[in-house]
């Protein structure tokens, strides 16, 4: 992978006395896969269209090959779009569409086999004379695609591409939008708000919170060894405790999946009386407070997942007491507690 | 070339944009703004050019005659008002909220006067209450007399609560069909009963639309001309004291003084419908359900009296207008015969003039609004001219007919002017038109823009396709059943207003509803009621003929815009 294909360098940008972006810097490779996540209002959406040239930057720079586009107009930047609602045009076929952007760029002929091309590849070939609003949401979703894949772009970005579509559909595209990449190669950026969706998709995931990037890294990286509080708090599910060492100020946190539930009887570990209990098809998530030194309740929280075909050798009931230990090398420090999740 | 200028230009989509928006900008300053500080101008100097303050307000608040023609406007507007938006609440009720059949017919019905000009209503009074009026002389005799006092404040109350019932009834019934029915069952539920229910969710629900109704309906009376024209008699209004001073008596700086006055509570009205639209949002959401109308033989018993009666009313005014103009001498001769529409549809009559200057507005109008809606909604163009243009789109609503006509008159009847040139030729009709009737066709359109998403533009610029590509093939075919509305309400309007255009007509090429006050003001009623049907009827039929294609075509749009689910 080339690094820095495409760097963000020092973007800003205010809508009155809002400000969306700030302080965005970003190195992306050829070919890679990107995932913005981030909660709602956090200016994933912002970075992307900035990255389109369909909203202008206050400060700062957009590279690509080592070519300033910063006030390269929209359409002259090779970047294919995909919007959230898809923004088909409703009047026109499935093939029409596809052929839309590529009517300045290709001869008649060269058209009419790229937009063959790309039915096959999306698999919407018997639906090419229909409009839009014969489709399902997904094939909708496949022309949108489709359109934006045609003209061969420099980069593909896509807003939220899934977020309309029910989770079935969702998980099946979510392959389709992988196979298209690993097939054309072209470097991608998503932005999504769903956890789930940037960590079996992307190659590295960008984390936004409140117009600034948290944290750049692999879902491995972002989801075993997250920054800050906030980003391991949006990424999965999260226990955080205060250190027991009465001199520090530090935050521990813990994956629920990773907590050791003790037998019975065990006087070892810590202790927790049983909250709630929750039956989820593979796994029993319980919530426990913790019961410090002296027996007395901590009014703090901890999540543990235990395997439904491991529950039978537990006994776990509501307001009981249950013992468990928190594995060192799974157990995440924060020294720094003054940036809690939002989202 | 074409590369070349791309070259020159890399931002050449927005800078087209912002290029065609400054030129509209411009074109609707020159309509709008610089006549109207032509009016405050004159208002404020006397015929030399000299300022001299409020010397024109004095003198028009020393003259008893003409502060009493303030007062008689203030009166019959207010009267007109309660009246109007009363029959109007009522009507929309039974339609929107009651169990009545044949609601399609009611409607059309209670629409019928706006494919009228406001003359007609009171042509069709003097023929039932005039001294050789049919109920007056109880019908010839059959019945016994009937008279009143009809040229004066009962003749223009009555013909301009049929003039502005129509759009007290529309603003209301909108207002009334969209209720979130959840509400209601909530205040159900608490044990409200009916009567409390409809003062805490109804009138609450449709207080604004109300508020508008109430203006709108006050500010139409106070500036019409035609009514107060044709059965005025000696009562003065301002409307009409206006006409005289300018037309009669050539005094143009006093004109400009009430024409300063008449505008006065239009600009209120203006003001207060801008806040109750801003306000009016976020009444409904998505999730509101539908109202439900239950049965109710009682309430549906008195609103079917309603309904028959105001339709009756209606329905017998027009008829009798065509009546009238059938009618060979009136009372003498009652044989039908068509007399009184010779000449009319020669090639060079005020008919034929009218059609055609309704089909040029209707046809740049549309173009010229469609074109501004879309760039101000739909463009990147700068956003602060993008706010300038739509706050100028707004303005005309502020300027009632009979001041546009007279700033019209100031503005471009002026030889040192470079527009001057359009002064008396049926271009500055046309204008004139378009402007009058710009504001609402533009929130038509703007609202239609809307619907569609907002990421089209987005979309075809990120594949490097110009706006005006996308422009053409995608928002104009889907917005095509907007289109032919805005349309007719502009071919509509020009062929029944007269408000503005008779200050500016030329005397060669009379329109129609301007020859109907002619004839009127020479004694031809009979064919003043002929004019008054013959452009009834072309409306009748134009409208028929683009709802019919409009419809045809919004079967096609929805099937297109309907959002699928999985």
Redesign the interface.
């Given at each position: 992978m080339e690094q820095g294909y495409l760097s963000l360098c020092n973007l800003a940008k205010r809508f009155g006395k809002h400000t969306a972006l700030q302080d965005i810097q970003l190195d992306i490779a050829k070919n890679e896969f990107i995932c913005l996540l981030g909660p709602s209002g956090c200016g994933k959406t912002t970075l992307l269209r900035i990255l389109a040239g369909l909203e202008k930057a206050d400060q700062g720079s957009v590279v690509i090959a080592g070519k300033d586009i910063t006030s390269l107009p929209a359409g002259k930047r090779n970047f294919g779009m995909m919007f959230q609602s898809y923004a088909l045009f409703p009047n026109l076929t499935v093939s029409e569409n596809i052929a839309y952007g590529l009517r300045n760029r290709f001869s008649k002929a060269q058209i009419a086999d790229r937009v063959e091309e790309m039915l096959h590849l999306v698999e919407l070939g018997e639906h090419r004379n229909k409009v839009p609003a014969q489709l399902s949401g997904g094939q909708q979703q496949r022309v949108a695609l489709a359109r934006a894949l045609a003209f061969s772009p420099d980069c593909l970005l896509l807003d939220e591409p899934l977020s309309a579509l029910d989770a079935k559909v969702r998980a099946k595209l979510r392959n389709e939008i992988r196979r298209l990449h690993h097939q054309f190669g072209m470097t991608t950026i998503m932005v999504t708000h769903d956890q789930e969706e940037a960590l079996t998709m992307a190659d590295r995931i960008v984390v936004m919170n409140q117009s600034r990037i948290i944290q750049v890294g692999t879902p491995k990286e972002v989801y075993e060894r997250p920054k800050t509080p906030f980003v391991a708090d949006f990424i999965g599910a999260i226990s955080f405790i205060q250190s027991d060492k009465h001199s520090e100020q530090a935050m521990l946190a813990i994956r629920p999946e990773h907590v050791q539930l003790l037998r019975d009887g065990h006087e070892k570990g810590r202790q927790g009386i049983v909250r709630e209990l929750e039956y989820r098809g593979t796994h029993y998530r319980i919530v426990a407070e913790l019961i410090g030194r002296q027996g007395t309740l901590l009014q703090q929280f901890v999540t543990i997942d235990v395997p439904a075909h491991a529950m039978v050798s537990h006994h776990v009931w509501p307001d009981q007491k249950i013992a468990f230990t928190l594995p060192p090398e799974h157990v995440i420090r924060f020294d720094d507690t003054a940036d809690l999740a939002v989202g | 070339m074409d590369t070349w200028l791309k070259r020159i230009r890399?931002?050449a989509?927005?800078w087209s944009q912002n290029a065609i928006i400054v030129c509209m900008t411009i074109a609707l300053l020159f309509a709008i703004l610089l006549p109207l500080g032509e009016l405050v101008i004159k208002a404020v100097t006397d015929q030399d050019g000299n300022f001299i303050g409020l010397m024109h307000f004095a003198n028009y608040f020393s003259t008893p005659a003409l502060v009493m023609s303030l007062w008689n406007s203030i009166k019959v507007s207010t009267v007109t008002t309660i009246i109007a938006v009363t029959l109007g609440f009522g009507f929309a009720y039974a339609l929107e909220r009651s169990a009545i059949r044949s609601k399609w017919f009611y409607r059309s019905v209670a629409l019928l006067p706006l494919f009228a000009p406001s003359m007609l209503h009171g042509l069709a009074l003097t023929y039932l209450f005039g001294n050789q009026g049919l109920i007056s002389t109880g019908f010839f005799g059959l019945l016994p007399e009937f008279r009143m006092e009809l040229y004066g404040p009962i003749g223009i109350v009555m013909a301009e609560v049929l003039y502005t019932f129509p759009q007290a009834f529309l603003m209301l019934s909108v207002a009334l069909a969209s209720a979130d029915y959840r509400m209601y069952e909530a205040a159900e539920t608490l044990g409200a009963s009916k009567w409390r229910i409809f003062w805490t969710v109804t009138v609450p629900g449709t207080r604004f639309a109300l508020i508008s109704a109430i203006f709108v309906c006050f500010v139409l009376t106070f500036t019409d001309f035609g009514a107060p024209k044709v059965v005025g008699g000696q009562y003065n209004v301002l409307a009409t004291d206006l006409y005289k001073q300018v037309i009669g008596q050539q005094n143009m700086q006093m004109g400009a003084a009430v024409g300063v006055l008449l505008l006065i509570p239009a600009v209120i009205s203006f003001v207060i419908d801008r806040i109750s639209q801003r306000k009016q949002s976020g009444w409904l959401s998505a999730k509101s359900t539908p109202y439900r109308i239950e049965r109710n033989k009682l309430r549906d018993g008195l609103f079917y009296v309603l309904c028959s009666a105001v339709s009756a009313v209606i329905i017998s005014i027009i008829l009798v207008a065509i009546y009238g103009s059938l009618v060979k001498v009136w009372p003498y001769n009652l044989s039908i015969s068509f007399t009184h529409y010779e000449d009319f549809l020669d090639e060079e009559g005020p008919f034929v003039t009218s059609l055609l200057i309704a089909f040029a507005t209707a046809l740049i109008g549309t173009v010229a609004t469609f074109l501004f809606a879309y760039l101000i909604e739909k463009s990147r163009g700068h956003r602060l001219l993008r706010q300038s243009a739509y706050f100028l789109s707004m303005l005309p609503l502020a300027l009632p007919g009979l001041v546009l006509g007279l700033i019209y008159v100031f503005f471009f009847n002026n030889p040192n002017q470079p527009l001057h040139g359009i002064y008396g030729t049926i271009w500055i009709v046309i204008l004139c038109n378009i402007v009058h009737f710009y504001s609402v066709s533009f929130l038509t359109m703007t609202s239609g823009l809307k619907k569609l998403?907002s990421?089209?533009e987005?979309?075809?610029?990120?594949?490097?396709?110009p706006w005006y590509r996308?422009l053409l093939?995608?928002t104009v075919?889907?917005s095509l059943p907007t289109i032919l509305e805005v349309f007719l309400y502009y071919f509509i309007n020009s062929m029944v207003t007269v408000s503005a255009i008779i200050f500016l007509y030329a005397p060669d090429l009379k329109p129609a509803a301007v020859a109907i006050v002619n004839k009127e003001d020479s004694g031809d009623i009979a064919q003043a009621a002929a004019m008054s049907t013959l452009i009834i009827v072309a409306n009748l039929l134009v409208r028929t003929a683009i709802m019919w294609m409009a419809g045809k075509i919004q079967k096609r749009?929805d099937?297109?815009?309907?959002r699928?689910?999985?």
């Open positions: - | 890399p931002d989509n927005q998403d990421e089209f987005a979309a075809s610029e990120s594949m490097n396709v996308t093939r995608v075919p889907l749009t099937a297109l815009l309907v699928t689910k999985e």
